[in-house]
């Protein structure tokens, strides 16, 4: 990536300026809000702006006029989706019935990114509580497409995929429970990581905790690496998270794929739906790979059917959410979201045990799969980016048609996978490959997906 406009530069374009002294982290933010002022009314990236955001890019560039950074991030803006905790500002999750309060305490990897110096500018948008994968909710209404703005994010990263696209800083905070990370970076163009299963630390838990996390989305493979490395740091209160490891996740990741072995899958346990343009994007992905050398076939893990058991997942944990509200107060929620919690009420706890037993089957399936594949590579969205305004007709069905099929299977198994921009469709939406790897193998998530990049750079739209 090179421009001359700071706020479309890459994190590690920004801290090379930082330390040549040929841009400060004031420049950057003044840049960076201009241009959200500018854009966003059109694609209303943003839950809430962060008033602090002013006094640290100044005590930022401080640090850096005495050369004395204090971490990887310093002075770098960023967003954090509205589902996470940020000190001094509400959580509102998207809903009219959460808590207007601004909260105490930051989440982990908020902590993580301040800690790192980063200057977060805001919190952006999200479906109501994260249930789905179209770019609204009751609170903030439409998040629109940077490409084309009749056309949705994705969610329920909703405000982060559009602000990554539009040049909103270069780093931003997903959750992904299903795909929410994965999804609206393939429908905006951008690279969507969502890290193994406690990778990154939690805190409070959200309503998908057995299989959610939270990662990176960014305009580089390496910015998504580099962030990581500040926001994969152990944290007491969440219980899932793993020991400390403090790496740069950037090392090795221009190691490229020669000789790895690559699955191409068809077939994520069921005939999931995918055009004709999403399967000549993994045909190219898998060409660029075996350009770089590696091994690649098709290959079937033979999964169960995750629709099964991912449904009851999603849908049971959606009704203990909407039964958690008064009833007298849950006609506010999304009516498609009262319509799926009606529709798994009646689950039994030996049924959720027999489905979180399939789980555990379907994940013992794919480590096994890893035992002669390194990588897998497969479609992460069925279509391109569906209308903003269409309104959301039996969410049920439409998990499986139009939302999640390709991307739910890794948060079931808890599998590393990243989303990666591939071209564009015909009509000049965004195309994109998912990379799936092994448990705790995001590190070769990170390089085939560099690979990628290095074999197809990506543009970013052109916003006026």
């Known amino acids: 990536m090179s421009t001359t406009d700071p706020a479309l530069m890459s994190a590690e374009e920004l801290l090379g300026h930082y330390a040549r002294r040929t841009l400060s982290p004031m420049e950057v933010l003044q840049a960076v809000t201009e241009r959200v002022a500018r854009l966003n009314p059109s694609l209303n990236a943003f839950a809430v702006m962060n008033p602090a955001a002013l006094a640290a890019a100044g005590e930022s560039e401080a640090r850096w006029r005495a050369g004395r950074p204090i971490g990887i991030l310093d002075g770098v803006p960023g967003t954090v989706k509205d589902l996470v905790d940020m000190a001094g500002l509400p959580t509102r999750r998207g809903s009219r019935l959460s808590d207007p309060a601004p909260v105490a305490d930051d989440a982990p990897l908020v902590l993580g990114l301040k800690t790192a110096g980063a200057v977060i500018i805001g919190k952006t948008a999200t479906t109501e509580f994260g249930w789905k994968s179209p770019g609204d909710c009751p609170l903030h209404g439409i998040t629109r497409n940077p490409w084309n703005v009749r056309h949705t994010t994705g969610g329920s990263s909703s405000g982060a995929g559009a602000a990554a696209a539009a040049g909103f800083g270069p780093l931003h905070i997903g959750t992904d429970g299903g795909g929410s990370i994965r999804i609206p970076a393939a429908w905006c163009g951008v690279v969507g990581l969502k890290p193994s299963f406690g990778r990154v630390p939690q805190w409070p838990l959200g309503a998908f905790a057995p299989v959610a996390v939270a990662g990176p989305m960014t ?173 959301t007709v039996n969410p049920v069905e439409a998990l499986w048609t139009q939302w999640a099929p390709w991307t739910c299977a890794f948060n079931l198994t808890r599998q590393p996978a990243i989303s990666v921009p591939m071209g564009f469709t015909q009509t000049g939406l965004p195309r994109s490959v998912q990379i799936a790897a092994a448990l705790y193998r995001d590190d070769l998530v990170l390089r085939a997906a560099r690979t990628l990049e290095v074999a197809q750079p990506f543009a970013m739209p052109d916003l006026q």
Do not use: K
């Open 219 to 391: 305009r580089t493979v390496r910015d998504a690496a580099l962030m990581l490395s500040a926001i994969a740091r152990h944290d007491l209160r969440d219980p899932f998270c793993l020991p400390d490891d403090a790496r740069d996740w950037r090392d090795g990741i221009e190691e490229g794929v020669a000789e790895l072995r690559v699955a191409v899958l068809r077939r994520p346990g069921f005939d999931a739906p995918v055009d004709w343009e999403g399967i000549a994007a993994v045909e190219q992905a898998a060409q660029f790979l075996m350009d770089a050398g590696a091994e690649v076939e098709e290959a079937d893990p033979g999964l169960p059917d995750m629709r099964a058991i991912f449904s009851r997942v999603w849908g049971v944990a959606l009704a203990r959410l909407v039964h958690s509200f008064p009833e007298t107060r849950r006609h506010m929620l999304d009516q498609g979201l009262l319509e799926v919690a009606a529709a798994n009420a009646g689950a039994s706890a030996a049924d959720m045990l027999e489905y979180e037993a399939q789980r555990v089957m379907a994940a013992n399936a794919m480590a096994r799969f890893h035992q002669r594949y390194d990588l897998v590579l497969s479609p992460c969205v069925a279509a391109p980016a569906p209308l903003a305004d269409a309104p």
